[in-house]
């Protein structure tokens, strides 16, 4: 049966994408079909084929079905600014129907997991009134949470955590992604994440040299997603 899941963090620049390839690859190796959308990003390169986020680019590698560029983020924007303000520039518009309407086409390919990617926090702005946070509300997605283990993680993680729970979402797991090697107290923290929150980690993944998909897929477990594997 296929599944599919928004992937938030607990702020921007905190691994989503790191992690998300990680999940798809873990779902590959499990035999499963994957299929990913980055609706919006900021922070394209101009290219002969057009504006390319790296981000976008990464999780169509890992995708098992047949999806264009478009398909997979069918917003674009140059600048690396939130996006309700690279939207502006560019005299647009986000509007949530709109994004829907382009991720639903891609959920509408059943593959067995697909991943939508968020941009920056749960709140980021799309427009003068709606949020990014409005789109899996609007798709029911239940949510997977990418916690950039740093000091401030847990007020982070719970705040994070409440703010889908009281938009009426489920938080289906989360993932400790360790990005300060000096952490002091890091088991302790993540001893209080896990106490915390009532949704089961996925994984840990520590800072590695080489974050690749393949690589991070090593340290995180579909398990807890409650998937048939």
């Known amino acids: ?20 390839a990680g999940l798809l690859r873990a779902a590959r190796l499990a035999g499963m079909s994957t299929a990913a959308v980055k609706p919006v990003a900021a922070g394209c390169e101009m290219t002969s ?7 976008a680019l990464a999780l ?12 997979v983020n069918p917003f674009a924007f140059a600048p690396a600014i939130a996006p309700h303000l690279a939207a502006g520039e560019a005299g647009l518009t986000l509007e949530v129907a709109e994004l829907a309407t382009a991720v639903q086409a891609v959920l509408d390919r059943q593959a067995d997991f697909t991943l939508v990617e968020g941009a ?18 609007a798709l029911e997605l239940p949510v997977i949470v990418v916690v950039a283990v740093r ?17 009426g979402l489920r938080v289906a797991g989360w993932v400790a992604n360790l990005l300060d090697s000096h952490m002091p107290r890091l088991e302790e923290n993540l001893a209080a994440l896990e106490a915390r929150l009532s949704a089961p980690c996925l994984g840990r993944v520590p800072l590695l040299g080489d974050a690749s998909a393949a690589n991070v897929a090593r340290y995180l477990d579909l398990r807890g997603l409650n998937m048939p594997l």
Not at 120 to 135: E, I
């Open 1 to 20: 049966m296929p599944v599919a899941f928004f992937i938030t963090g607990t702020d921007t620049d905190v691994g989503k994408t790191t992690v998300a």
């Open 49 to 55: 084929a057009g504006l390319r986020n790296s981000d």
């Open 60 to 71: 169509l590698a890992e995708c098992s079905e047949s999806l264009s560029y478009a398909e």
């Open 120 to 137: 920056g926090g749960w709140r980021v702005p799309l427009n003068k009134s709606a949020t990014l946070a409005q789109l899996p509300v």
């Open 151 to 167: 000091l401030g993680c847990i007020n982070h993680a719970l705040l994070t955590v409440e703010a889908i729970e009281r938009d």
